[in-house]
Nanobody, 123 residues
């Protein structure tokens, strides 16, 4: 399984970005895709997740109402739409998949990771 994260960039506060996580080599329908981020000097944190089997989702409290997550199974791609971005959202964003099927904020349960995409929110 390979995951390709893309869509990061530089955006002003209040702006929007859409991150994409394209998966290849996957043969199961029972998995979950999570987005994590890591800012310099901080621990990696779970931002959002979507279960492919039941569509269940979760969001980090600080992004609730600003970020949405969706999937396009025809394209094997999960999207993270980020609106009303704040400087504190600046980080490298990673997507990951777990064969366990259930979303989790615990990064250790994820089996596959993408390479990360930089998101910088600054004026």
């Amino acid at each position: 399984v390979q995951l390709q994260a893309s869509g990061g960039g530089l955006v002003q506060p209040g702006g929007s970005l859409r991150l994409s996580c394209a998966a290849s080599g996957f043969t199961s329908d029972y998995y979950a895709t999570g987005w994590f981020r890591q800012a310099p000097g901080k621990e990696r944190e779970g931002v959002s997740c979507i279960g492919n089997y039941d569509g269940s989702t979760y969001f980090l409290d600080s992004v609730e109402g600003r970020f949405t997550i969706s999937r396009d199974n025809r394209k094997n791609t999960v999207y993270l739409q980020m609106n009303s971005l704040k400087p504190e959202d600046t980080a490298v964003y990673y997507c990951a998949q777990t064969l366990g099927g259930m979303c989790s904020k615990n990064a250790t349960i994820y089996d596959y990771w993408g390479q990360g995409t930089q998101v910088t929110v600054s004026s």
